[in-house]
């Protein structure tokens, strides 16, 4: 009787840090569905003298793809456009980190139809593999005059943002799958791992129910998998959220590639217990008729 109260003891701990951990996961899901996307960042120089820089809105770049890279600049003064007769720019990329990933200390400058245009540089994908939050500094000067712009972008898989209703969709499939996982952990905890024992310890009865604990195991895996997908696609979309991509994107990554040996591991482990309990159930068989005799 001890050792069984002991034993139960310690299934009530067990089950009490695992309610603690899903609550703690609940709580990371809800704080998920709330945060709403925010606007890159943009900063300018303020000045009544100088120069004047207008890029386009290149809020949201494509994974991998090469990036043709133009802005305009103009003189505050009198509005008109510079070129580079008496002015070069220069512009810096970096990436989440802070890492600088691109510069060009002299970007050139083109002409169309004679008409001043465009400063333009293209940017290799390479540059852009990494999903997240980016941003660049434009600097022009000449021996008198100068300005600067910095401006803040996002790299997406598509190359383009969800519309806060879809982020708000992504969240809620998190939310259900989520719930899903919680019953699918709080059965697998509770379900018996063993067979039955006696108060000698000595197996009793078999219980077929830890058949249904390995499928359920099974039932997990994949849909923490999905869960990953969906959380890092949120973390994609969200600037805010941006800084957990990599992570999630890596829990992703791993769980994928150790689908294959969880399946293999699960299989050989339903064969090993039916092997064993069958030796078991002949075993007992054979002492309930020698003690029927």
């Not at 004047?52 to 003189?75: A, M, W």
């Not at 982020?167 to 809620?172: G, T, V």
């Not at 006696?198 to 998998?225: A, D, H, Q, S, T």
Request: hydrophobic share 45%.
């Amino acid at each position: 009787m001890e050792v069984e109260g002991c034993v139960n003891l310690n299934e009530r701990r067990s089950r009490k840090k695992v309610i603690s951990i899903i609550i703690l996961l609940a709580m990371l899901i809800i704080n998920l569905t709330i945060i709403t996307a925010q606007p890159p960042f943009e900063q300018s120089g303020d000045f009544t003298e100088g120069y004047e820089i207008k890029i386009p809105n290149y809020d949201t770049l494509k994974q991998g793809s090469n990036f043709e890279f133009s802005f305009h600049v103009y003189n505050i003064s009198d509005g008109m456009p510079v070129s580079n007769v008496s002015t070069t720019c220069q512009v810096h990329f970096y990436n989440s980190t802070g890492d600088h990933i691109y510069i060009n200390t002299r970007v050139p400058y083109s002409l169309d139809l004679g008409i001043p245009n465009d400063w333009d540089v293209i940017i290799d994908g390479g540059n852009f593999t990494t999903i997240g939050h980016y941003s660049y500094l434009i600097q022009c000067n000449s021996s008198v005059l100068g300005g600067f712009e910095s401006v803040g972008f996002d790299v997406t898989t598509t190359g383009t943002k969800p519309s806060t209703g879809e982020n708000m969709l992504y969240a809620f499939f998190v939310f259900i799958l989520f719930a899903v996982s919680i019953v699918l952990i709080y059965l697998i905890v509770i379900i018996p791992s063993e067979n039955e024992r006696n108060e000698k310890g000595v197996i009793i009865g078999i219980v077929k129910l830890k058949y249904l604990r390995i499928l359920l195991i099974g039932i997990l895996y994949p849909l923490i998998i999905i869960i990953l997908n969906l959380m890092n696609g949120l973390a994609v979309n969200i600037a805010t959220l941006s800084i957990f991509s990599g992570t999630f994107g890596i829990l992703f990554e791993i769980m994928l590639r150790g689908a294959w040996p969880v399946t293999i591991i699960l299989v050989v482990w339903m064969v090993y217990l039916l092997i064993k309990d069958t030796n078991i159930q002949k075993g007992i068989s054979k002492l309930e008729i020698f003690m029927n005799d």
